[in-house]
């Protein structure tokens, strides 16, 4: 008997990217539904019976941020993948806040878009996420937030998702190349001294004053994270 099929939404404005990422997905294994606006969208999630979500945020008639937002207010739960512009963060920012649980730069790889949907979908399938805490930090990946000493922090998505990746592999030395792959995309062609500022900006903020940092660097290595 064969494996049931995933199905997923794509909702997305420009036509030929809907149906190529439509090809893409289906030649995959997925079952695709297309919407090319928000109110389309938003319909087609309220509805339900999907395995996960493929949302842009420039959308007619509703953005991408008010679809999502009430979907979740709606309860629908459905991992939702959100598309972001080239130098998006600050979309990301907005995409948190309103219940998005992963984020893709266009223009993006193939692979890079398959490898995220079945992730969401695993996780999904697992279940609540379990928090991680390393020494006096704790991390929460389902509510995304942080507490260091004490105390909640503030972070970029991108400092979030570094520190995710980074604690999820506690006592482990961790490359830098493989850093940028997790946390910053196999397509990331931008200075690669990025992951030596990031971890700064991490130190700053979760470290205490006279402490060794939980993130350690490891010499002609990259990086590990581990308790005093």
């Given amino acids: 008997m064969s494996e049931e099929r995933r199905r997923v939404l794509v909702v ?8 190529a990422v439509a090809d893409l997905l289906e030649q995959d294994g997925f079952e695709v539904a297309l919407r090319h606006d928000g109110d389309g969208g938003l319909a087609a999630g309220l509805e339900g019976g999907y ?20 979907l979740r207010a709606a309860g629908v739960n459905t991992p939702l993948l959100m598309l972001t ?3 998006g963060e600050w979309d ?8 998005a649980d992963d984020f893709l730069r266009k223009p993006f790889e193939r692979s890079v878009l398959i490898a995220r949907l079945h992730a969401l979908v695993r996780r999904f399938e697992r279940g609540r996420p379990a928090a991680l805490v390393v020494g006096g930090v704790a991390l929460d990946p389902l509510t995304r937030t942080v507490v260091a000493h004490g105390r909640e922090i503030t972070l970029t998505p991108r400092e ?11 006592g482990v030395e961790t490359p830098r190349g493989e850093i940028l792959e997790n946390v910053w995309g196999s397509d990331f062609d931008g200075d690669h001294n990025v992951v030596e500022v990031y971890v700064g900006y ?3 903020k979760i470290d205490q004053p006279d402490q060794p940092s939980i993130i350690r660097t490891v010499r002609g290595v990259g990086y590990s994270v581990r308790a005093h």
């Fill in 12 to 19: 997305e404005d420009d036509h030929d990217l809907a149906r």
């Fill in 51 to 70: 395995d996960v979500i493929v949302l842009d945020i420039m959308l007619p008639k509703r953005s991408g941020f008010r679809v999502c937002q009430e």
């Fill in 85 to 87: 512009a080239k130098e």
């Fill in 92 to 99: 990301e920012v907005e995409g948190l806040d309103v219940g």
């Fill in 160 to 170: 979030f998702a570094l520190l995710e990746f980074l604690m999820s592999r506690a």
């Fill in 202 to 204: 991490l130190r700053r």
